[in-house]
T-cell receptor, first 113, second 113 residues
Framework: GESVGLHLPTLSVQEGDNSIINCAYS??????FIWYKQESGKGPQFIID?????DKRQGQRVTVLLNKTVKHLSLQIAATQPGDSAVYFC????????????FGTGTRLTIIP | DTEVTQTPKHLVMGMTNKKSLKCEQH?????MYWYKQKAKKPPELMFV???????INESVPSRFSPECPNSSLLNLHLHALQPEDSALYLC????????????FGDGTRLSIL
């Protein structure tokens, strides 16, 4: 069946270090993936997205890697800052024109000062 | 600040009340969404409107009634809710039925007494 899961529910990283958040998906038809950051009391905030015809995409301090062979997605955050502490969700969509987004369970990232 | 505005931010209502949640976006997006999010869980899709027409209803109970008066506004009418309906209700919008990110508001925290 279709599912989007995360390997770790929590992750603690020293400030200044790089962090990697992982996500597995099971639907080989998924063609679009998004990472969101959700801080306490706020809605999910778009971080970066990637289409299935790409393996890697970079933003400001963030990189998303997509491995379609093993159905794995990761979010790398460089030089983490206290403001990066939040819950991170991966989400996937399949079928161009289908607006339904399926979210993973989330990973809580804590930055240690 | 998010470009999707939701009101009210907090709502407490009894099980016999009727209330409405409101969502507004001025990004010219043609798809709008309602999600429900329980504590420590990912958002779950409820409804999708595409070009002001309901395109997805994820088998939501009829005590939740969505309405899209125009391309910028989305309402969720509530009636005879149950305590288990207490949650954060999130609105999102995207450019349309294509691989574009959904942008979320900060939600309405709903408590049912």
């Amino acid at each position: 069946g279709e599912s989007v899961g995360l390997h770790l529910p929590t992750l603690s990283v020293q400030e200044g270090d790089n962090s990697i958040i992982n996500c597995a998906y099971s639907n080989s038809a998924s063609d679009y993936f998004i990472w969101y950051k959700q801080e306490s009391g706020k809605g999910p905030q778009f971080i970066i997205d990637i289409r299935s015809n790409m393996d890697k995409r970079q933003g400001q301090r963030v990189t998303v890697l997509l491995n379609k062979t093993v159905k794995h997605l990761s979010l790398q955050i460089a030089a983490t800052q206290p403001g990066d502490s939040a819950v991170y969700f991966c989400a996937e969509k399949h079928d161009f024109g289908n607006e339904k987004l399926t979210f993973g369970t989330g990973t809580r990232l804590t930055i240690i000062p | 600040d998010t470009e999707v505005t939701q009101t009210p931010k907090h709502l407490v209502m009894g099980m016999t009340n009727k209330k409405s949640l409101k969502c507004e976006q001025h990004m010219g997006h043609r798809a709008m969404y309602w999600y429900k999010q329980k504590a420590k869980k990912p958002p779950e899709l409820m409804f999708v409107y595409s070009y002001e027409k309901l395109s997805i209803n994820e088998s939501v109970p009829s005590r939740f009634s969505p309405e899209c008066p125009n391309s910028s506004l989305l309402n969720l009418h509530l009636h005879a809710l149950q305590p288990e309906d207490s949650a954060l209700y999130l609105c999102a919008s995207s450019q349309g039925p294509s691989n574009q990110p959904q942008h979320f508001g900060d939600g309405t925290r709903l408590s049912i007494l």
